[in-house]
C-alpha cells in the first residue's frame, strides 16, 4: 500500500516521456492484490497534464482502494493527449477494481480531459466511485479527451459501480463534461446518485454529449442503472445538456 500525508501534492508529467505519477498494481501473472493509496493533505491536490494516481490489476487479485482527503483538488489535463486523473481499473485477470474515494472541504475541478474514473475490462467489477466536495465543475474546454467522472464495463462480462455525489453547493457539467455509469458488456451499469445544492448542466457550444448518464450500449447485454438528483436549490439542464437512464441493448433501463 501507499499512504503519503502533505502540506500539497503536486502531480504534473510536465511534457515528459516517463510516466509521472502514484501508482499502486498487481501485474501479470502475479496472484497478489495490488495495494491501496491513501493521500491525506491539508492544502490542494493537484493533477496535471497527464500526471495520475492508480491502483490497478493485471491479475487475479484486485486493484486497491484509492483514498484522498484534502482541502482543495483540482484536476487539469491542459489539453494533453494523455489520461489525467485518478483511476482503479482491472485491465486483464479476473481482479475486480478498487473503489474511489474523495472528500475534499473546498471545490474539485475537472477540466479540459481530467478525469476520475474505476473501469473493468475483464470478468472482475469496476469500483463505486465516492465524492464529497464543496462544489464540483466538470468543464472539457474543448478537450479531445473524457472529461468527468465514470465507472465502467469496457469488456469481459465484469458490471460498472455505482457513482455518489454529494455537494454543498453547485454542481455543475459544461462543455461535454460527463458524469457516467456505463456497460458495453454482458455486465450492468451501475446507479447514479448525487446530492447537490445546485445543479447547472449546460452543453454550450460542445459537439460532445453533456450531461448526467447512466446506460447500456448497443453491442452489450446488461441494464442501465438509476440516475438519482435530489437538489436543495435549482436544477438548469440546458442548451442540449442530459440527465439520462437509456439502454440500446437487450437490457432495460431504470
Same mark, same amino acid.
Given at each position: ?75 487539469? @489535463?491542459?489539453? !494533453?493527449? $494523455?489520461?489525467? +486523473?485518478?483511476?482503479? *481499473?482491472?485491465?486483464?485477470?479476473? &481482479?475486480? /477494481? #478498487?473503489? %474511489?474515494?474523495?472528500?475534499?472541504? @473546498?471545490?474539485? !475541478?475537472? $477540466?479540459?480531459? +481530467?478525469?476520475?474514473? *474505476?473501469?473493468?475490462?475483464?470478468? &472482475?467489477? /469496476? #469500483?463505486? %466511485? ?24 469496457? /469488456? #469481459? ?98
Amino acid at each position: 500500500s501507499i499512504t503519503i500525508t502533505a502540506g500539497e501534492v503536486h502531480i504534473d508529467r510536465q511534457g515528459a516521456e516517463r510516466v509521472t505519477g502514484i501508482i499502486s498494481d498487481a501485474a501479470t501473472g502475479s496472484a497478489a492484490y495490488a495495494g491501496s493509496i491513501s493521500i491525506t493533505t491539508e492544502g490542494l491536490l493537484s493533477v496535471f497534464n497527464g500526471g495520475f494516481i492508480a491502483s490497478n490489476t493485471s491479475s487475479i487479485g484486485h486493484a486497491g482502494e484509492i483514498r484522498i482527503v484534502a482541502r482543495e483538488i483540482s484536476i487539469d @489535463g491542459h489539453q !494533453s493527449s $494523455l489520461f489525467t +486523473g485518478i483511476t482503479s *481499473s482491472a485491465l486483464a485477470g479476473s &481482479g475486480d /477494481a #478498487g473503489s %474511489i474515494n474523495i472528500n475534499t472541504e @473546498g471545490p474539485l !475541478s475537472l $477540466l479540459s480531459g +481530467g478525469s476520475i474514473r *474505476s473501469q473493468t475490462r475483464t470478468q &472482475g467489477n /469496476a #469500483g463505486e %466511485i465516492y465524492l464529497v466536495a464543496s462544489e464540483l465543475y466538470v468543464n472539457r474546454l474543448g478537450s479531445k479527451l473524457y472529461t468527468g467522472i465514470t465507472s465502467s464495463a469496457e /469488456a #469481459g462480462s465484469g458490471h460498472a459501480g455505482s457513482i455518489n455525489i454529494h455537494t454543498e453547493g453547485l454542481l455543475s457539467v459544461l462543455n461535454g463534461g460527463v458524469i457516467r455509469s456505463r456497460t458495453l458488456t454482458q455486465g450492468n451499469a451501475g446507479e447514479v446518485t448525487i446530492e447537490t445544492g445546485e445543479l447547472l448542466v449546460n452543453r454550450q457550444d460542445s459537439v460532445f454529449f453533456t450531461g448526467i448518464i447512466s446506460d447500456a450500449a448497443s453491442d452489450s447485454y446488461g441494464h442501465a442503472g438509476s440516475v438519482t438528483i435530489t437538489s436543495d436549490g435549482s436544477l438548469s439542464v440546458l442548451n442540449g445538456g442530459m440527465i439520462r437512464s437509456s439502454t440500446f441493448s437487450a437490457g432495460s433501463g431504470q
